[in-house]
């Protein structure tokens, strides 16, 4: 390919696919101009570092992946909603392991403020979806916590072979759905505050 013919986009667009191909930590300046068939040289016209690269990948994978979470749900609520996020969440982690392994990533707070558009549609779908089971704050927040870590438990140990029992994991993952479903309908009220300590000083 000429060295004319890169761009930033493409660069990111084929380390993400080597990323899914081979894994995000086989993901190199060297691997991806070897693909290009270009120098290392070459790619820092596009991308300032590896970790600039690796910070690109996963904001493409945030992307898509809320793209497809968003069209999944369109038009959908409660357990129907739930149920179709859950899926298209699934779905992508599992076609793309490099690119969903790069949306785990710690991204700086400044590329958050540059790029913010998937992410804010990702909270504004999950918390919409959520506050659809008449959950509020601090509610909310506490419930999306309990579906990433369910969501993103299930499909890193499925992915990496994790789940030995002969049971279908297909079936084990919707009866996981349908009991997050069960308890968000049911969702515990707030405990209350127990007792000051006699050594807890007063408010």
Do not use: C, N
């Amino acid at each position: 390919m000429a060295r004319a013919g890169l761009t930033a986009q493409r660069v990111t667009l084929a380390a993400a696919d080597l990323a899914d191909t081979a894994g995000l930590d086989h993901v190199t300046i060297t691997a991806v101009a070897r693909g290009f068939g270009v120098k290392d040289a070459s790619l820092y016209s596009h991308v300032r570092s590896l970790q600039d690269l690796r910070h690109r990948i996963a904001l493409l994978a945030a992307g898509e992946l809320v793209d497809e979470i968003g069209a999944a749900v369109a038009g959908r609520s409660g357990r129907d909603a739930l149920i179709a996020f859950a899926d298209a969440y699934r779905a992508y982690a599992l076609a793309h392991p490099g690119r969903y392994a790069a949306t785990q990533l710690q991204l700086p707070p400044e590329l958050l403020t540059a790029d913010p558009v998937a992410f804010r549609r990702t909270y504004e779908l999950t918390y919409g979806m959520l506050r659809g089971y008449g959950l509020s704050e601090p509610d909310l927040t506490d419930a999306v916590r309990v579906l990433r870590s369910t969501f993103h438990g299930f499909v890193s140990l499925e992915a990496t072979g994790g789940f030995g029992h002969p049971r279908d994991v297909a079936q084990s993952w919707r009866r996981a759905v349908e009991a997050l479903h069960v308890l968000l309908e049911h969702w515990p009220a707030m405990p209350p505050a127990g007792p000051a300590r006699e050594d807890t000083p007063a408010p």
